[in-house]
Structures are given as structure tokens and as C-alpha cells.
């Protein structure tokens, strides 16, 4: 046999190999992932709860500082239609939607966070 052919058929073979011990190890590997231990939340490290209050503290911020950008908004709004600056308007709503979106996603943050764990447990 040519060294050309028998070169390309050891490659071949050698692919092959690659391929079974990489469908054995993969098969492995799925069957340990269904014998993980299932994962809890963990609440005693420390500083835990200094976490969640940091967090807490951050949540009421977004909604005290959507509240002032919904009515800056909307001052926005109206004194630039009094004036007849259409531009400065649009921005006002701009700014109104904005506030109305950052509620909205505010508010729904842990509605959003289970249904991520969810998509994540599902796996």
C-alpha cells in the first residue's frame, strides 16, 4: 500500500477512535450529571444578608428615581407644549416611557428571576 493511502487511512481510523471515546465520555458525563446532588439556596454565609439589603436598598432606588423621571417627564411635556417646542416634548415622553418601562421591569424582576431559575432547572 502507497504511504498516501495507508497515511490517510490511519487518520481515518484515528478520527474513529476520537469520535467512540468521545461519545463514551459524553454518555459518562450525562450520566453523572443525572446523579447530581440538587442545590439549595444558601443563606448562612456570611454577609448574606447585608447582600440582600444592599440589593433591597437598590430596588427602591430604581423605583424613587423612575417615579422623579416620570414626572420630570411630564413637566417636561407640558411646559414644552405651553412653549410649542415639539422636540423638547417628544423628549419628555421619552422620558415618561422610559420611567413607565423601568417600573414595569421593577416590578417584575422577581416574577423574571423565578422563571430564569426555572429555564435553568429545567436543564
Known sequence: MP???RTRHHHRAAAL??????TITLLAATARADAAPTIQ???SIPGTAEAQR????L???GFVAATAGFV???AMMGIAGHSGNAHLRERGRVGVVASL???VLLGAANALLRWAEGVG???
Open 3 to 5: 504511504r498516501a493511502v
Open 54 to 57: 444592599l440589593v433591597g436598598g
Open 72 to 74: 420630570l417627564g411630564l
Open 41 to 43: 439556596p444558601n443563606t
Open 121 to 123: 432547572q429545567s436543564f
Open 59 to 61: 430596588w427602591t432606588l
Open 17 to 22: 477512535r476520537g469520535a467512540s471515546t468521545a
Open 101 to 103: 418601562i423601568a417600573v
